[in-house]
């Protein structure tokens, strides 16, 4: 019963702070809306950018491009996150044997993380079909997926290198001095430790692979984005890039937020381990 | 330049006066070995080690017979530490040799992880496996590493946890366990290897004073049973207590050895005797 009283005063004090909070956003946003609404313009604005009917139209066509966005991301995810995982070890390579590998790494890494998307895309995509060199493919959803592959691995293996040196190198020694070989102990010690604390950095970096997709449509393949610009550009209203922004917020706001609760969760846990 | 990726990289060891036949013990000169104990276990001649410009060990000799108890006792930063870590290879020395069991571990082209298996060490900050439960902390080696059956393995884990009454906590997680229960664990986990020699570096020093108790009675508890070990502590009672030797360093040298009685009440070296004084003052003895 003791406790009672002030809990019940913080669970109100915690409803007056939502309370407080909606009335203070629908007044700041009301406000905005009403002058956008009543300023010059608006309705040139709202016919050429908001138009409903248009929109309708637009979104399930965009939609069938997004499928295409949603498997190019997947197929380059997957591929990104294990090729950086192999470049973040061949740069984490101390002995002055691998010294090469780990050179390669390092220019790689300075190489693609370096070059715009773009810049990749347009080499690869429209350079390496015009070679026509026997054996390569000039499917431009491929080198679309290539390029994506080359740049992000170059970040991601950054992000994984971060993770792996931030785990105490006690924790080799003991394993090492337990018999475990370099190898054992990166894979069961050194590595899940590592992946661990870069999840959230890494989900991140996902959420900017998945906006990046887009730009594999200046290969030619039909997605959201290029799937809204073809529509646009039939009459000049820009309501279907619109849809196509909707619809791509939709993928990664909802991952923006888990890395939130992520982070969130592992600082609790950080915060409950040094007790 | 390190060639091959071995940690070893003995230099010239340092062997001109001392006779090398493979490990056998001879050289009587080196140390006295005590009474009533096994063979010899350990062997450190002439070890040398150095960070960068900084002498951390200056030629240290020392004989551990098996069933023996050493103890290492010295200042902060004489070279306690650093020697348990060169007898576990986890530093490269300089120079000198160590002998494990008849074994020179220091020659070059040994099987570095097969020796470690034999050389349990626990450190001052447990460095138990976050990641993993107990269990799995304790079995991982014997299954990764001596390819031991995972039902043996935690069979081998379950009989030393409950020796040690610690079988409760098999699944729980480091990070909630207690430090004095996490040091266990820890030791636990270098005897789940079943090694020949277990080295502790200070693994007391980190710990509440009311959770070093448990620990050390792991410890005495495990001398009675005729482990070999070689302990690095700041412990002196304890180290009076349980070692059949205590060597003092000083410097990266051993300055003075011998049997507990003697060198806690009669040293014969200045330096030990100014050592213990201080020891004294700051009502650790």
């Not at chain 1, 809990?7 to 956008?36: E, H």
């Not at chain 1, 491009?65 to 390579?93: D, E, H, K, P, Y």
């Not at chain 1, 997926?145 to 992000?159: N, P, T």
């Not at chain 2, 070995?33 to 900084?54: C, M, N, T, V, Y």
Request: with cysteine.
């Amino acid at each position: 019963m003791t406790h009672a009283a002030p809990r019940r005063s913080r669970l109100r004090s915690r409803g007056v702070a939502v309370l407080v909070a909606t009335v203070s956003t629908l007044v700041v946003f009301g406000v905005i809306g009403w002058l956008i609404v009543n300023a010059d313009g608006w309705a040139t604005v709202q016919a050429r950018f908001f138009d409903s009917a248009r929109f309708d139209e637009a979104l399930p066509r965009v939609f069938a491009g997004l499928l295409v966005n949603i498997g190019i991301f997947l197929i380059a995810a997957v591929c990104i996150l294990v090729w950086a995982l192999v470049l973040a070890v061949m740069r984490s390579l101390d002995d002055p044997v691998f010294f090469p590998i780990k050179l390669f790494a390092i220019i790689y890494i300075d190489l693609f993380r370096g070059l715009p998307s773009i810049l990749i895309i347009y080499v690869l995509g429209f350079g390496i079909p015009a070679l026509r060199l026997p054996g390569l493919t000039s499917d431009v959803y491929v080198w679309g997926i290539v390029s994506l592959v080359l740049v992000w691995s170059a970040y991601v293996a950054e992000v994984y290198r971060a993770g792996i040196q931030s785990v105490h190198p006690s924790q080799a020694a003991a394993a090492r001095s337990l018999g475990l070989s370099g190898v054992k102990t990166f894979r069961y010690v050194v590595l899940p430790q590592a992946i661990r604390r870069v999840i959230p950095p890494l989900l991140n970096d996902m959420v900017g692979l998945q906006k990046d997709t887009a730009l594999v449509s200046f290969l030619g393949p039909v997605e959201a984005f290029r799937r809204a610009q073809a529509m646009a550009s039939a009459d000049f209203n820009f309501t279907p890039y619109l849809a196509s922004a909707m619809l791509f917020l939709m993928l990664t706001v909802p991952m923006a937020r888990l890395v939130d609760w992520l982070v969130a969760r592992d600082r609790k846990r950080y915060l409950a381990g040094a007790r | 330049m390190n060639a091959g990726g071995t940690p070893v990289s003995a230099g010239v060891p340092a062997s001109a006066e001392v006779p090398v036949s493979a490990g056998v013990p001879v050289s009587a000169s080196v140390s006295a070995q005590a009474p009533g104990l096994g063979g010899e276990a350990l062997r450190i001649e002439g070890l040398r080690k150095s960070f960068g410009d900084h002498l951390v060990l200056d030629g240290i000799d020392l004989v551990v017979a098996e069933h023996e108890v050493v103890c290492l006792i010295g200042a902060s930063g004489s070279g306690k530490s650093t020697l348990l870590r060169c007898v576990n290879l986890l530093e490269p020395i300089d120079s000198g040799r160590i002998v494990v069991q008849g074994a020179e571990i220091t020659a070059s082209g040994v099987d570095v992880d097969r020796i470690r298996r034999s050389i349990g060490i626990v450190f001052q900050a447990y460095n138990l496996f976050p990641h993993m439960s107990v269990i799995r902390n304790i079995t991982l080696a014997p299954v990764k590493v001596l390819r031991l059956p995972k039902a043996e393995a935690e069979a081998r884990a379950e009989e030393l946890l409950r020796r040690f009454g610690l079988l409760d906590k098999r699944d729980a997680v480091p990070d909630r366990l207690s430090g004095g229960q996490q040091q266990r664990v820890a030791i636990v986990r270098a005897l789940a290897m079943r090694p020949s020699i277990l080295l502790l570096d200070e693994i007391t020093s980190a710990l509440d004073p009311v959770l070093v108790a448990e620990v050390l009675s792991v410890i005495r508890e495990l001398a009675e049973s005729g482990m070999t070990m070689v302990l690095a502590t700041h412990e002196m009672g304890f180290a009076r207590d349980i070692a059949n030797r205590v060597a003092f360093l000083e410097g990266g040298r051993i300055i003075e050895e011998g049997p507990p009685g003697q060198i806690f009440s009669a040293p014969r070296d200045e330096r030990t005797r100014r050592f213990l004084d201080r020891v004294i003052e700051a009502g650790r003895l």
